[in-house]
């Protein structure tokens, strides 16, 4: 598992494009055969990546944890982008389809994956916050996912908020995740942009074509950088940081947060004229 540490928005300012990447970008999450991991000290967030193909794969623990099992002081949210794969969770098998999730509370000794066809393995893309509680596991397709419908075409940004772990649908302790669908011909994700100081995100991209990108902008409101995000690529961003992006076709991507609150609407609004 490798760790990252927290940066300040003032050392920000001179980080080179290849140290930005090196703080904030996840690439190759899905390596077939194993776990793929990001510790973050901005709360504590694991970004994960498996691709089981020849064999069933287990979550280990690690000493960054410093705890006997995984879960025994977090909770996790996972959503294969994949082909049909199963997770097990102490034993019982959950089937998740292509863009199906699964929240799995804290406690839980076993978690491991399985794919339907190993030649046309799953993809599973996990975050794990720790947690104080213990909540039930439950399996979500879309239809279980409250959905929110935002934008216009004329502002090429009309998209689908599926929120999967949010406190309208099940019960957390931190962790809020969800999965936005950008219609044909929108591009734009959270334009006008913001920040939330009280929860950082994660954004994992996906459904973008080989030779697709998406310009993420990141940093403070007035001291904007940018990243190159390509296909099944995620950025950490942190509280202080807005999070927006613009793709070279419409994509998909997955969100996480975690931090103080669970309230998806505690935004501090950017507007664009504010924006440098």
């Not at 990108?213 to 995000?229: A, D, I, Q, S």
Request: aromatic share 10%; net charge negative; charged share 25%.
């Amino acid at each position: 598992m490798e760790i990252r540490h927290a940066v300040h928005p003032d050392h920000l300012r001179f980080l080179t494009t290849d140290s930005m990447r090196s703080q904030f970008l996840v690439e190759g999450l899905f390596e077939k055969d194993r776990v793929k991991m990001v510790y973050s000290h901005i709360d504590r967030i694991i970004v994960g990546g498996v691709c089981p193909a020849r064999e069933k794969v287990s979550l280990e623990v690690t000493k960054a944890l410093g705890v006997d099992y995984f879960l025994q002081r977090r909770e996790m949210g996972i959503i294969n982008v994949g082909s049909r794969g199963s997770v097990f969770v102490d034993g019982k098998e959950h089937l998740l389809e292509r863009k199906e999730c699964v929240y799995i509370g804290m406690g839980i000794r076993e978690v491991s994956f399985r794919s339907s066809d190993g030649n046309d393995p799953a993809r599973f893309y996990f975050n794990s916050t720790p947690a104080h509680a213990a909540y039930p596991t439950v399996k979500l397709a879309k239809k279980d996912a409250l959905q929110v419908h935002l934008g216009t075409a004329d502002k090429a940004n009309v998209r689908t908020i599926n929120q999967f772990i949010h406190p309208g649908v099940l019960k957390s302790c931190q962790l809020v995740m969800g999965m936005t669908e950008l219609a044909p011909n929108s591009v734009w994700n959270t334009m006008p942009s913001h920040t939330h100081d009280r929860r950082m995100e994660v954004y994992f991209y996906f459904d973008l074509p080989e030779d697709g990108v998406v310009v993420h902008l990141f940093g403070e409101p007035k001291e904007t950088r940018h990243l190159l995000v390509r296909n099944e690529e995620a950025v950490i961003c942190p509280s202080w940081s807005i999070h927006s992006g613009v793709g070279t076709s419409n994509y998909t991507f997955i969100w996480g947060m975690a931090g103080e609150n669970q309230t998806f609407t505690d935004m501090d609004d950017v507007s664009t004229s504010e924006m440098r």
